[in-house]
């Protein structure tokens, strides 16, 4: 504590400041847009759940 840098004061930046948290956002981004990925159906088809009539929530659950 004895020695704070003055960029920490005082947000001004001498010599090389860099935004570590904006190039990580930035990084994984671009590893997230790297992957490919395919919309399949995946998804099972329910048709009992089409015929409900019930409110939500019926069986004590939340609505």
Do not use: W
């Not at 920490?8 to 400041?17: F, M, Y």
């Amino acid at each position: 504590m004895a020695h704070i840098p003055s960029r920490d004061i005082t947000g001004r930046c001498e010599g090389e400041c860099r935004n570590l948290v904006h190039e990580g956002e930035v990084k994984r981004q671009s590893e997230i847009n790297s992957v490919e990925y395919s919309i399949g159906s995946s998804s099972p088809s329910v048709p009992h759940a089409n015929s409900r009539n019930e409110a939500p929530g019926f069986l004590g659950g939340h609505v």
